[in-house]
């Protein structure tokens, strides 16, 4: 017998992770599958019948819980026994009289702290399309955001929960802590189902699956929570960060910014054009963010895995690079994900583009600790950042971020297993990270003129796209 006490089902965007954890917070074992959406579909069944078979790995572990995670930009609804409706993948677009249609409708970002974001990225234009293509499968349907969509496949026992509902959907109320009117208007708040705290027990595992899997029948499974948000749960194990001003900088296929703010703020002087938003917590606490897709950017400037900027035998010699680059004036311009980020609008490539390997890899770098300090400003973060995630190990880019913020004490922890963690904590908000926080040193080099020419050329590039319009 084994010491599995909890596992954790973390669904993202790119990945799927199953990680099996014991009582005093030590991550056993870990199982990954990388995520298939196809035509424009997120691939729920394929990833449900890995997760169900990747489960009996741990049969006759002690698990006493299960805790799901998802990315925040999916929404599920099941009929009876089974999916009422395909789900969309967020980045799937809707056709243009339809987003239009629907962005008519929409609550002032005022209220839902929900800036109009691209293809299905607002939850409530997801729900507008499956409204006109899904029909009758769609208004009998019982609704619930991803996270909870796995803890329903594990128990049967259908919930709703704030952090993905409070998660830039248009569909939630930071401030009053209720549906949207449009929410209640278009008749969607009355279809999802019942809320549920993130750390509540929805329900055991179906007898079923117990049999199937090898998993004791008394297995809880909570409601689960928002994947960033799990991550800002698993930060505030720290004591630098747990009562103090300070930001989380989230990094993956998204770079999510969410500042625990220890003044008292204008959530609606968010810049709502530039990729600014309002999450809620665990806890129901409004949190002020911003964000871009930093992983897909860098992973399209250098065009091979991603890896390439974070492993670490690469690291010296993705170092050693940036004075080459910094030299050439070599840089990206934003933005390479239309419509998101700080920069929205911004037509995005290289200006003296590197012809070496390592000269590209750093300058992707440097690109995305640019675009992060934007971000960070607009949410006014200060005196303390930790960056986790995979590209906390990217030493160029926390480092650079280190050496634009001076005046900002910038910390990486453990950049795999954040996510799973925080959701552990939802079970022991007494577990303590393993480890400390590590300081990041700046890069030995002045930022400032390369920070001002690339600052300069962005200007000018929104000017002539305004002279132009």
Known sequence: MGDGFAIVLDVGKTLSKLSLWSREGQML?????????????????????????????????????????????????????????????????????????????????????????????????????????????????ALMPYAQYWAWLLTG???????????????????????????????????????????????????????ETGLPATTKVLAGLHDSNAALLA??????????????????????????????????????????????????????????????????????????????????????????????QAMVLPTLAPGNGPFPHGAGGWVNHPVDWYARRAGACLYAALVADVSLDLIGSKDCLLVEGRFAEAEVFVRALAALRPHTRVYTANAHNDVSFGALRLIDPALAPDGELQRVDPLPHDLAPYKAAWHARVAAQQNNREGTA
């Open 235 to 328: 930060a505030r194990g720290f004591p630098e960060i747990a009562d103090s001003e300070a930001t989380v900088l989230s990094t993956g296929t998204w770079f999510i910014a969410m500042r625990l703010a220890k003044e008292t703020l204008d959530l609606t002087s968010l810049p709502e054009a530039r990729d600014c938003l309002v999450n809620v917590d665990a806890f129901g606490q409004p949190v002020p963010s911003a964000r871009f897709m930093g992983g897909r950017e860098i992973e399209s400037l250098i065009e091979i895995d991603t890896r390439r900027v974070d492993i670490k035998p690469d690291q010296p010699h993705l170092l050693a690079a940036v004075e080459g680059v910094l030299a050439a």
């Open 29 to 141: 074992d870990r199982i990954t599958r990388p995520n298939a959406p196809s035509q424009g579909l997120l691939d729920t069944a394929g990833t449900a019948e890995w997760a169900i078979a990747s489960l009996k790995r741990w049969a006759g572990q002690p698990v006493e819980y299960i805790v799901p995670v998802s990315h925040g930009a999916a929404v599920a609804g099941v009929r009876a026994d089974a999916l009422g409706f395909r789900l969309p993948d967020y980045e799937a677009e809707l056709a243009p009289h339809d987003l239009a249609a629907y962005r008519q409708q929409r609550d002032p970002f005022t209220l839902t702290g929900s800036p109009a974001l691209p293809a299905g990225l607002n939850l409530g234009a997801q729900l507008h399309g499956l409204e006109l293509r899904a029909g009758d499968s769609f208004s009998r349907s």
């Open 157 to 211: 026992v259908a919930r709703s929960e704030v952090t993905s509902l409070g998660c830039h959907s248009d569909l939630w109320c930071p401030a009053t802590s209720d549906f949207s009117p449009m929410a209640r208007r278009r008749g969607w708040a009355a279809q999802f189902a019942p809320l549920a705290k993130a750390g509540d027990v929805v329900g055991r595992l179906k007898p079923e699956l117990a049999h």
